[in-house]
């Protein structure tokens, strides 16, 4: 196959996944202190969606209590408007950060690769100080769910490096899992 040919169905993949509509996100900020006019991070994630032709589905800011958090996620998993949640804050190694616990608590597939490489972009532009973030994607049934640092910089990484080029095609890989099997099982070749 021609490598034109593999890249066009990737973009295939990506338009028919994303919608008419594009993409329902939850936008959740975890902090202790900030609300909607100081939530500078929040605000970027709201304003990135949109910008890529998403949808914002629900935004919130949640106080740094694992109970909360579990809360407001599990609302979020459940609304089926919601392919993909982010949440900013809430991910370093101080006592109130929790978000990495909560989230992978409610994971049942662990994106490896979304900490690994975050913390590698993270570490050009910061240095060993990277170590501290415990950014974390994953799955838990056909939402994908990623937990960033509450920085706008961190943020803007996260989105424009990572999530954004890649959210389509995470939508379309979960959305292989609900469609209906080619072969009922009485009708497969032996």
């Keep these: 196959m021609p490598a034109h040919a593999s890249a066009s169905s990737h973009l295939d993949h990506e338009r028919a996944a ?3 509509d594009g993409i329902g996100f939850a936008i959740i900020t975890l902090s202790d202190t900030r609300n909607e006019a100081t939530d500078a991070s929040g605000s970027y994630l709201r304003q ?7 949808q914002n589905v629900l ?9 909360t958090i579990r809360e407001v ?13 982010v949440t900013n804050g809430s ?3 101080s006592a109130r950060d929790t ?31 990277a170590m501290l973030s415990r950014a974390i994607g994953g799955v838990s049934g056909s939402t994908i769910l990623f937990a ?11 989105m424009q490096k990572l999530i954004l080029p890649q959210v389509a095609h995470l939508v ?5 899992q609900s469609l209906p099997e080619a072969h009922p099982p009485e009708d497969r070749p032996a």
């Design 18 to 20: 994303a919608g008419r």
């Design 48 to 54: 990135a969606v949109a910008e890529s032709g998403h």
């Design 59 to 67: 935004y919130r800011i949640v106080p740094d209590e694992p109970a």
């Design 73 to 85: 996620l599990q609302a979020a998993i459940a609304d089926e408007r919601v392919a993909v949640v």
């Design 91 to 93: 991910t370093g190694i």
């Design 99 to 129: 978000a990495h616990e909560v989230l992978r608590g409610l994971i049942s597939k662990q994106l490896d690769g979304f900490g690994e490489l975050f913390r590698m972009l993270s570490y050009q532009e910061i240095g060993a100080a």
């Design 148 to 158: 960033l640092p509450g920085s706008t910089k961190a943020v803007q990484l996260g």
């Design 172 to 176: 379309h890989e979960l959305s292989k």
